[in-house]
């Protein structure tokens, strides 16, 4: 079979949408198409064709000259055309006049038609789908009703094609077109931090697609973008987070929703402290951190590619940070009235477990890491099952947050940094909980060396 393909492939055994996709090529005059599914040896011995094609995506996104999109359909058998009626794409146009005005033409349009269209469509569900559209240049989608432009400059469609519309959400500041773009479009005030915050919204976008492999694509499935990333922002890469913003990034959150939970499967893939050790949706932080709040101090951080001297955007054995910080052990109650809240010390917080609920009346650790004005965010961690002292794994993300509609906030804010520092409140740290004590006793806080795995 695989012989008789690399000399030919007949079209008629082509699915209803490679053919279609075929047809579109050569309507727009572009000699080659590349199909992954045709192009790649889907069962080669060991996979070795897919290993090595998949490590070079991203550039065959990023040369291309179209991604062609069929967003409407939900397998192969759906195509990319569908019949409609000529009224159904014909823009609307309003004549309106009124008593000493001229008659003035309108076109209207739902500015919310193509969000929704794109947003249900069962391919742009898919996390393998989001590496595509960011890094092809350009994208025409063939929804239900009509096509949807996108590009670098405009996203448009057939009802307005004379209107452009500018979305900041392409996340396209991977192509060097954005790179002038305003600061406030990204909520950030520091240039630097804006591959990280472009960053986060891809990675949340990410997890809230499907896998059908998730135990070998997960980190594979976005490390075009990662890559793409790495020169932009001219940082290494930590299976799913980055070395500079480090201490920032781990402060993502498992965003379980019915019928999608989040679950850290048996099978390693990640470290505890990555996103990508999880199955599940996730929210990554995006917004503005200031250093002067960190409560952490991140000593050396590490990854094992899955293969000797292996691609370091693809999968890994093992990873670790070493950090020093501060450790409180505080029980935890169930404030029943909100889901994602409890209490740790006399402090109402926000408390949100990567899979597993925190069990009533039993001891958090819990690690800060930022201490600031307005907020107090940290993680729940767990010895790991080893016999290395002060070895950690993450179980979740706790914040006592500020917000100016309420006072009550800060009242809990205190109550937690009191309870951090009353000795009859929070449970003893013993040698067993860290590797080493550390001099540094800012704001009345012991401070602890400490790995996270």
């Known amino acids: 079979m695989l012989a008789e393909m690399q000399q030919r492939i007949e079209v008629s055994r082509l699915t209803k949408t490679f053919r279609e996709a075929m ?24 996979g070795v064709d897919w290993e090595y094609e998949s490590k070079l995506m991203g550039n065959v996104y990023r040369h291309s000259s179209c991604n062609i999109a069929a967003t409407k359909s939900l397998d ?4 990319c055309f569908t019949t409609r009626h000529v009224f159904d794409v014909r823009p ?6 009124w008593t000493g005005s001229p008659g003035t033409k309108y076109t209207c349009d739902s500015s919310t038609q193509m969000t929704h269209d794109l947003k249900d469509s069962m ?7 989001v590496q595509e559209t960011i890094l092809a240049p350009r994208t025409l989608h063939f929804g239900q009703h009509q096509m949807y432009w996108e590009c670098l400059q405009l996203t448009t469609c057939e009802t307005a094609p004379a209107r452009r519309r500018f979305y900041a959400n392409k996340l396209s500041l991977l192509h060097e077109s954005w790179q002038n773009q305003p600061l406030a ?31 070998k694509d997960k980190l594979i499935a976005i490390s075009s973008i990662a890559k793409s990333l790495a020169i932009a ?7 799913g987070l980055w070395c500079k913003p480090l201490a920032q990034q781990l402060r993502w959150v498992c965003n379980s929703v019915p019928g999608q939970p989040c679950l850290r499967p048996e099978t390693y893939r990640a470290p505890s402290w990555s996103w990508a050790s999880i199955d599940g949706p996730i929210i990554h932080p995006s917004y503005p951190y200031k250093e002067q709040d960190s409560a952490v101090r991140i000593g050396d951080a590490r990854v094992v590619p899955a293969k000797m001297g292996g691609d370091p955007f693809g999968p890994v054995v093992a990873g670790y940070i070493r950090l020093v910080g501060t450790l409180v052990k505080l029980v935890y109650k169930r404030a029943s009235e909100f889901e994602g809240q409890g209490w740790l010390g006399g402090a109402r917080c926000g408390l949100i477990p990567d899979e597993k609920k925190f069990v009533e009346n039993t001891v958090l650790c819990c690690l800060p890491l930022e201490l600031g004005a307005e907020s107090v965010i940290g993680l729940v961690i767990e010895l790991a099952r080893t016999a290395r002292r002060g070895e950690y794994v993450r179980r979740g993300y706790f914040a006592v947050l500020y917000n100016n509609a309420s006072t009550d906030v800060l009242e809990f804010k205190r109550r937690f940094m009191d309870a951090c520092k009353n000795k009859d ?29």
């Open 92 to 97: 609307c146009v309003v004549d309106a006049s």
């Open 23 to 46: 047809e579109v090529t050569k309507r727009l005059g572009v000699r080659y198409i590349w199909i992954d599914s045709l192009c790649i040896i889907q069962d080669s011995e060991l």
């Open 123 to 129: 391919l742009l569900n898919r996390a393998w789908v």
């Open 233 to 239: 922002a001219h940082d290494s890469y930590l299976a």
């Open 185 to 215: 479009m990204f909520n950030v005030a520091d240039p630097a931090f804006i591959d990280y915050h472009i960053w986060g919204q891809v990675v949340t976008k990410f997890s809230h697609g499907g896998l059908t492999y998730p135990e």
């Open 425 to 453: 409140v929070r449970k003893e740290v013993t040698a067993a909980d860290y590797e080493a004590l550390e001099d540094d006793t800012r704001d009345g806080f012991p401070r602890y060396r400490i790995s996270l795995v």
């Open 76 to 79: 192969g058998s759906g195509g």
